[in-house]
């Protein structure tokens, strides 16, 4: 079936550190690829999105960019800040009408000043 | 941008007892909303998918007379847990489904705790 995996966490990294977070994906068909972002104690928030392949979402210094080749779509930042500790969902959906999002386990980050 | 609320945000109540919760979209219409759970440190479990005018869509293992969803217009969806247990004690949260983006928008979530 369709399922998205995440790498592991946490993941602690210092300040202004690179950040990479793997996700993969399985799908029949063409899903369009998301990434949510959930603070501690609140709702999910729409990080940033692709809706084919090698589209490149991006926002607030976060991008990920949409490879079909190697069905992944890897989450970076080239420098991370202590606001950015939050808990990344990798998801998908497939493109018809009324799908819901199938979300990877979470990958929880901690940054540290 | 596209904004989504739940009301209540926490909610404390006692075993037996049953509890709506509230889902708005709030600058766009949604025909299809979402009801999922989540369970400390792990990730969302899509419960039911709602469809304004007719009935939910409930996943495997969610009992659908425990969980009543109601979509009576295009900004509300609503979900009741009756006969609340403490065992239903989790975090719910709602999405509203906005189509001309293929996006779903997540609501703040409702923390639900059964005595």
């Known amino acids: 079936g369709d399922s998205v995996t995440q790498m592991e966490g946490p993941v602690t990294l210092s300040e202004e550190a690179f950040l990479t977070i793997n996700c993969t994906y399985t799908?029949?068909?063409?899903?369009?690829l998301f990434w949510y972002v959930q603070y501690p104690g609140e709702g999910l928030q729409l990080l940033l999105k692709?809706?084919?392949?090698?589209d490149k979402g991006s926002n607030k210094g976060f991008e990920a960019t949409y490879r079909k080749e190697t069905t992944s779509f890897h989450l970076e930042k080239g420098s991370v800040q202590v606001s950015d500790s939050a808990v990344y969902f990798c998801?998908?959906?497939?493109?018809?009408?009324?799908?819901?999002?199938?979300f990877g386990k979470g990958t929880t980050l901690s940054v540290s000043s | 941008g596209a904004v989504v609320s739940q009301h209540p945000s926490w909610v404390i109540c006692k075993s037996g007892t049953s509890v709506k919760i509230e889902c708005r979209s709030l600058?766009?219409?949604?025909?299809?909303m979402f009801w999922y759970r989540q369970f400390p440190k792990q990730s969302l479990m899509l419960m039911a998918t709602?469809?304004?005018?007719?009935?939910?869509?409930?996943e495997q293992g969610v009992e659908k007379d425990k969980f009543l969803i109601n979509h009576a217009s295009l900004t509300l969806s609503t979900l009741t847990v009756t006969s609340a247990h403490p065992e239903d004690s989790s975090f719910y949260i709602c999405?509203?489904?906005?189509?001309?983006?293929?996006?779903?928008?997540f609501g703040p979530g409702t923390r639900l705790l059964v005595l």
């Open positions: 999405s509203a489904l906005l189509s001309a983006q293929e996006t779903q928008y």
């Open positions: 799908a029949t068909g063409y899903p369009s």
């Open positions: 692709a809706t084919k392949a090698d």
């Open positions: 998801a998908l959906t497939l493109n018809q009408a009324g799908t819901a999002l199938i």
């Open positions: 600058d766009f219409q949604a025909t299809t």
């Open positions: 709602s469809n304004e005018g007719s009935k939910a869509t409930y």
